[in-house]
């Protein structure tokens, strides 16, 4: 632990992103776009909300909390590939990747110190979202197990979109070509997954009766891979009384035992985040040798 929080790359990268002009910029621009989102919705809300009925006030917080959630997952998509998309390619740029490569610095550390980094200054814009989240505190509606499902499933986000922005750093030339692979990944991820969803279902006729286990298995593996659709799915079923860890779906042969969703989607992130790890890491070795 020690070693990784001494590590050179790490302490270069904290500081140019917290001391540049930048940080501020994008820190206040992020507060200001899910404030006025929030700001937004809950007028909206309020005007078309039956202030006589005891519902009321649960069913705005829930409405606050969830715009919140919404917006900072959207943002947080987007950002994180880009916070990464720069840090091996833009040494090449800089014309100082030779000197990082001859350094004592091995592989791992030099990844490591990018992607931390990353996530350190993902995880500022979480927490910095959190305080426009409790405000839903206020109006009830919201329980515990809800706050911490969001906040793992946007951690979880950073962490992954940004060490896949790091990969397409080390195979790209250029940072800008690097930033439009890695949003490009990005969205074809949050595209293709609901629209392969619906024309497999489909073409298999799994909307015409009850589902098979393997398409239970498979398909709903397969949607855990959208972070939207895994989450969205696991806050709906906890407003139906569905469990935080296992629950019960049914099938052609009856019911089926699977994870929750958000279980499923936090070990396929960190699945990918490995992968793009070790594949980034492969990648640099040659050039230190």
Not at 91 to 117: A, C, F, N
């Amino acid at each position: 632990m020690n070693d990784l929080i001494a590590n050179p790359v790490l302490t270069r990268e904290l500081f140019g992103r917290i001391r540049g002009r930048n940080a501020w910029l994008i820190l206040t621009a992020y507060l200001t776009i899910i404030g006025a989102i929030t700001l937004l919705i809950y007028a909206v809300f309020v005007t078309s909300a039956s202030l006589n009925d005891p519902n009321t006030s649960g069913i705005i917080g829930k409405t606050i909390f969830f715009t919140v959630m919404i917006a900072a997952l959207i943002q947080v998509c987007f950002l994180s590939p880009s916070l990464t998309a720069g840090a091996i390619v833009g040494e090449k740029e800089r014309q100082t990747y030779d000197l990082l490569m001859t350094s004592l610095l091995s592989p791992w550390q030099i990844v490591t110190g990018k992607l931390i980094s990353a996530i350190a200054f993902a995880l500022l814009l979480i927490m910095a979202s959190l305080p426009i989240a409790g405000f839903a505190l206020i109006f009830g509606g919201v329980t515990a197990q809800e706050l911490l499902i969001g906040v793992v499933g946007l951690l979880v986000t950073a962490v992954s979109y940004a060490a896949i922005g790091l990969f397409w750093s080390t195979v790209m030339h250029s940072t800008l070509g690097a930033t439009v692979t890695a949003q490009g990944t990005v969205i074809a991820i949050l595209l293709l997954v609901p629209f392969l969803f619906f024309v497999i279902s489909t073409l298999v006729g799994a909307f015409n009766g009850a589902p098979t286990p393997l398409y239970v298995y498979t398909m709903g593996l397969f949607l855990c891979l959208h972070p939207f659709i895994a989450l969205g799915i696991t806050a709906t079923s906890l407003e139906t009384g569905s469990g935080i860890w296992l629950w019960s779906v049914p099938s052609s042969v009856g019911d089926l035992t699977v994870p929750s969703p958000w279980l499923v989607y936090t070990g396929l992130a960190l699945l990918i985040t490995g992968v793009a790890l070790a594949s980034a890491i492969h990648r640099i070795k040659p050039s230190e040798a």
